[in-house]
């Protein structure tokens, strides 16, 4: 999602929490939403809600969007642990979410076409 969508700034996110020996380097930041990166805070594992047992956390840098998620309409479905967790906890899926992704296809912007990580997301 585009950050004027979103009814907010973006925030700039430590993909590996600093707090757990992540850096300042470029190459572990991007960009979340601010509800996204407060319900991260400094998680580095998440609870897969289908087979309940702990996944890595999503890397927007070193992982494959395609691998983790893949689109059904406007809901961001998760193929692996890892992606249902994400999905899970961030609650990516909620319903403002739909609705500003059914805004954005009106617009042309949607789905994401050439951006490798669509996450916000």
């Given at each position: 999602?585009?950050?004027?969508?979103?009814?907010?700034?973006?925030?700039?996110?430590?993909?590996?929490?600093?707090?757990?020996g992540g850096s300042d380097d470029m190459d572990n930041l991007a960009w979340s939403c601010s509800r996204c990166n407060f319900s991260k805070s400094?998680?580095?594992?998440?609870?897969?809600?289908?087979?309940?047992?702990?996944?890595?956390?999503?890397?927007?840098?070193?992982?494959?969007?395609?691998?983790?998620?893949?689109?059904?309409?406007?809901?961001?479905?998760?193929?692996?642990?890892?992606?249902?967790?994400?999905?899970?906890?961030?609650?990516?899926?909620?319903?403002?979410?739909?609705?500003?992704?059914?805004?954005?296809?009106?617009?042309?912007?949607?789905?994401?076409?050439?951006?490798?990580?669509?996450?916000?997301?």
């Amino acid at each position: 999602m585009y950050e004027p969508g979103q009814g907010g700034e973006y925030h700039v996110e430590h993909i590996s929490p600093t707090s757990r020996g992540g850096s300042d380097d470029m190459d572990n930041l991007a960009w979340s939403c601010s509800r996204c990166n407060f319900s991260k805070s400094n998680r580095v594992e998440l609870l897969d809600p289908e087979t309940g047992e702990q996944a890595q956390m999503f890397h927007a840098r070193t992982m494959d969007w395609t691998d983790h998620f893949e689109w059904s309409g406007h809901l961001i479905v998760g193929r692996t642990p890892t992606g249902r967790a994400l999905i899970h906890a961030l609650d990516l899926n909620s319903a403002k979410r739909i609705r500003i992704r059914a805004r954005d296809e009106l617009c042309g912007d949607f789905p994401p076409q050439s951006r490798a990580t669509p996450i916000e997301e």
